[in-house]
């Protein structure tokens, strides 16, 4: 009997505001793929509008959840990592890509480090130089243009190639697959510029900017990035679908008049998900 698709992800958990696991969750089951949460945190919300949150930093369950899994014997199509605060839930991730990937499966690393020319105020010099040790065990990263420019070595404002350019200089001499997302090809328009390690082929996608700013689409981009990439589709095909995803979303959500803080209003469109990509 075949078995379902399956991917364990890292990421901490919002309790309000549409990022992280209340974004990955939904969107893998959607895809028709098991989503297995390995939490890194627990927030009362989500850190981009909704004033100081309360915080429980969960390092030790993450290990103590490895461990399990590992005595279990478990192993996944797809790992998947997002938001980690600290060097040593850095390479507990390292540690869960290594261990848990089943033989064929994919890791993909979304090196969340900052947005805007700007670091996180979490992050220090010592989580962003493990986490560049992290992307070193990714098949696929899907930076944003400032953390781009802090995997190589710059101040984060300091991403000044093209993007095509940028997506092979992150691809380590073509041994990584690369997703540059928050990409601007033109005004009024967003998208993503990818290197693919299979073929060495670049390109760029890229949809009609809906108003507004948004928290958590970084989230939401990865999420359908990992499922698609997990069903076997290829990375071309999975960055239009999660650019077209999260555009529709957007849109949506601009429809509505949500409040930007919320996040993208995803909820009821997940359905188009389940049919493939959807142009």
Request: proline share 6%.
């Amino acid at each position: 009997m075949a078995r379902i698709k399956r991917v364990a992800a890292l990421q901490d958990l919002s309790c309000f505001g549409r990022c992280s696991l209340t974004v990955v969750l939904p969107v893998l089951s959607a895809m028709g793929v098991q989503g297995c949460p390995l939490p890194t945190a627990v927030l009362s919300s989500h850190t981009g509008g909704f004033g100081p949150v309360a915080r429980t930093e969960l390092a030790d369950q993450l290990q103590g959840t490895l461990e399990h899994w590992q005595r279990l014997g478990l192993d996944f199509d797809g790992v998947y990592t997002g938001y980690l605060s600290s060097p040593r839930q850095a390479a507990l991730a390292r540690r869960a890509v290594e261990a848990l990937r089943r033989t064929g499966g994919m890791a993909l690393v979304d090196p969340v480090l900052g947005d805007g020319g700007r670091l996180y105020a979490s992050v220090t010099p010592e989580l962003a130089a493990a986490m560049g040790e992290l992307c070193q065990a990714a098949d696929v990263i899907t930076p944003n243009l400032t953390e781009a420019a802090v995997l190589l070595g710059r101040p984060p404002e300091q991403a000044r190639e093209e993007p095509l350019t940028l997506v092979r200089m992150l691809s380590v001499g073509g041994r990584r697959s690369v997703v540059l997302t928050g990409v601007e090809p033109e005004p009024g328009q967003i998208g993503a510029a990818w290197f693919d390690r299979e073929d060495g082929r670049t390109g760029l996608y890229a949809q009609a900017r809906a108003p507004g700013h948004y928290p958590g689409t970084g989230d939401l981009f990865a999420a359908v990035l990992a499922g698609s990439l997990t069903l076997g589709e290829g990375l071309e095909a999975g960055v239009a679908r999660a650019v077209d995803f999260v555009s529709r979303c957007a849109r949506h959500t601009a429809r509505l008049g949500t409040p930007d803080r919320e996040g993208v209003v995803f909820e009821p469109l997940l359905a188009t998900l389940a049919n493939g990509p959807v142009r």
